[in-house]
């Protein structure tokens, strides 16, 4: 059975840095590219970063080009999102997802459950 498991959410003040973890079990996370997600209240998905299986290439929204940095440990099977320079249109649920086909939102085909983030003073 596929598992992802998210971590390291939580409340932080804008300027701030958080890292987000995704443990990854049920199939071979050395095999898959990731990516993150990130859903703000009362708003759609937006994709948020993605990763290839060996961590050689990366991609980011617009939105957190420069603040935010993907990576993997495939000896720990995990992901990883390093979020610095917060701000609170950053504040959504987070979360990670196994390629299923396409590097789109909807081409994701397993899902973690999310880790909320929220920036606010």
């Known amino acids: 059975e596929v598992q992802l498991v998210e971590s390291g959410g939580g409340l932080v003040q804008p300027g701030g840095s958080l890292r987000l973890s995704c443990a990854a079990s049920?199939?071979?996370?050395?095999?898959?590219?990731m990516s993150w997600v990130r859903q703000a209240p009362g708003k759609g998905l937006e994709w948020v970063s993605a990763?290839?299986?060996?961590?050689?290439?990366?991609w980011y929204a617009d939105s957190v080009k420069g603040r935010f940095t993907i990576s993997r440990d495939n000896a720990k099977n995990t992901l990883y999102l390093q979020m610095s320079s917060l701000k609170p249109e950053d504040t959504a649920v987070y979360f990670c997802?196994?390629?299923?086909?396409?590097?789109?939102?909807?081409?994701?085909?397993?899902w973690g459950s999310g880790a909320l983030v929220t920036v606010s003073l």
């Open positions: 997802a196994k390629w299923g086909g396409s590097w789109a939102v909807h081409g994701m085909d397993y």
């Open positions: 049920g199939f071979t996370f050395s095999s898959n590219g």
């Open positions: 990763i290839t299986t060996d961590g050689s290439r990366t």
